[in-house]
């Protein structure tokens, strides 16, 4: 790892300002990404600001949504019974990403920052529609997610937190990569207000997305054999060592028809 | 440059260090603790696996100064004089290791999830211990291994 300094904010306006007056500094949450990423020195700072102490770690029901801290961690989400009365669906996506010691340290808030396109979080963030709250304002998740490892933060900006309206139901599946456990397609299927909405990880090469076909078919039935003749576009799909874009394809079919026959309030 | 403090397997430990050192460095080649393993740079294998705060944790993915004022444990801090902790004890009886390089990171795993979970069950087991990767012994024996510690840690 290069030379950086470290510095633990002790609120979020004290790493807003740092934030402000270094040249080139970066945000610390879980570390489970950045460090890995500054250790094999794709990636170099002057400043790392750990925002372990900023708070940012409530869940709350705030009436019309689930409201959670940009730095709960995955664990911290597995585990609230808030959000296993609310949106159990989130929970369970939470549950699954990586291993434990991920789990342990990695946060919602660094995870959509990093926007890896086989990240969990981004497909159910798309798929209930949900609001980023950010230090300078609100960004909705389609609005949020650019393309791949790409959002529309800008730099001297910080989540704080995610606000998730709740589903009429909804399910998470994901096929995932043996080793890492990041998702090598994984699909939020989500019914909202009696809209259909499907979110897919993984297997775009712009990040996650939309499938709009998938989501009229359903909306006139919902039920697996719904999507069968849907098509999926192989171009727009990512293709590397893990797997060529039309097993993705595949992959994508199978995790959607998982995800409507789990569909759960 | 910066002082870092922390209790390491109960003794309070203090050095002037550079912020980019990883905690892993810092019990290896600082304090000389070379019972914790490095395994891999991608953060996959859990050789490296301490507990910090009694959380478990990849000591390869935490810098130094993150554990600042922490109480940390490693492999070597959970053993009571010469006898060994019953999770050791249980990797030795079921030889739950080949090679042994990723054993103290499977130690370390388990004895938070049995903590965790008294009660679990050989699938809780499995998946627990996704993080931890064995490359010798198919991870049968471990998960004996782990079985039989969580009896034993119910006991003691
Ligand atoms: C072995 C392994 C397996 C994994 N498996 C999965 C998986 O199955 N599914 C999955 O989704 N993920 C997986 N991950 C990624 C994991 O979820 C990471 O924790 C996550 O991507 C990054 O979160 P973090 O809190 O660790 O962020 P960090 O690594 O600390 O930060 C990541 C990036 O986000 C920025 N950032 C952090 N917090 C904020 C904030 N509040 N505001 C603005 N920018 C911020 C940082 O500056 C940095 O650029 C895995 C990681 C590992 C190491
Ligand atoms: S050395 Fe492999 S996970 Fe830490
Ligand atoms: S015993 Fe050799 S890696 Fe597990």
Redo the contacts with the bound molecule.
């Keep these: 790892m290069y030379a950086t300094q470290y510095h633990k904010a002790i609120s979020l306006d004290d790493a807003r300002s740092q934030l402000a007056a270094a040249d080139d500094a970066?945000?610390?949450?879980?570390?489970?990404?950045?460090?890995?990423t500054l250790k094999q020195r794709l990636a170099q700072t002057d400043l790392l600001i750990d925002?372990a102490d900023t708070g940012?770690t409530l869940i709350e029901d705030t009436g019309s949504h689930l409201k959670i801290g940009?730095?709960c961690r995955?664990y911290d989400v597995e585990t609230s019974t808030l959000v296993a009365t609310m949106i159990p669906m989130l929970g369970s996506l939470a549950g699954?990403?990586?291993?434990r010691q991920?789990r342990n340290?990695?946060?919602l808030?660094?995870?959509i920052?990093?926007n890896?396109p086989?990240?969990?979080?981004p497909a159910a963030l798309m798929a209930l529609g949900a609001n980023i709250h950010t230090s300078e304002r609100d960004i909705a998740a389609e609005d949020f997610f650019v393309g791949m490892f790409e959002t529309d933060?800008d730099e001297q900006?910080?989540?704080?937190a995610v606000s998730f309206p709740k589903p009429d139901k909804a399910a998470y599946v994901k096929f995932?990569n043996p080793a890492?456990?990041?998702?090598m397609v994984g699909v939020c299927v989500a019914v909202m207000d009696g809209d259909v909405r499907v979110a897919i990880t993984g297997a775009g090469q712009d990040g996650v997305f939309r499938h709009n076909d998938m989501e009229a078919a359903l909306s006139e039935q919902f039920s697996a054999m719904a999507i069968e003749t849907v098509a999926i576009d192989e171009e727009m799909l990512l293709s590397d060592i893990h797997a060529g874009a039309d097993y993705r394809a595949h992959l994508v079919r199978e995790m959607t028809r998982r995800a409507i026959t789990a569909c759960q309030p | 440059m910066t002082q870092l403090s922390m209790t390491v397997n109960g003794q309070p430990v203090s050095h002037d260090i550079e912020d980019n050192m990883l905690l892993v460095t810092y019990l290896r080649e600082t304090l000389a603790l070379t019972g914790t393993h490095i395994g891999c740079d991608?953060?996959?294998c859990g050789a490296c696996v301490i507990h910090i705060n009694g959380v478990s944790a990849k000591s390869c993915?935490v810098l130094a100064v993150q554990a600042e004022g922490k109480d940390v444990t490693t492999i070597e801090g959970i053993a009571s004089g010469d006898r060994l902790h019953p999770m050791q004890q249980a990797f030795h009886d079921q030889h739950g290791l080949q090679c042994g390089y990723c054993t103290p990171g499977m130690v370390m795993s388990a004895i938070e999830l049995v903590q965790a979970n008294p009660a679990l069950s050989e699938q809780d087991i499995r998946e627990g211990l996704e993080?931890n990767i064995c490359r010798c012994t198919g991870y049968h024996n471990i998960v004996k291994a782990v079985q039989t510690g969580a009896q034993a840690m119910r006991k003691a």
Excluded at chain 1, 26 to 36: H, R
Excluded at chain 1, 96 to 99: A, H, K, S
């Design positions: 970066k945000l610390l949450a879980g570390g489970m990404t950045l460090i890995p925002l940012l940009a730095m995955h699954g990403i990586g291993d991920v340290y990695g946060t808030g660094g995870s920052a990093n890896d086989s990240a969990c979080y933060l900006e910080i989540v704080t995932p890492s456990r990041y998702a | 991608t953060s996959q993915t993080g």
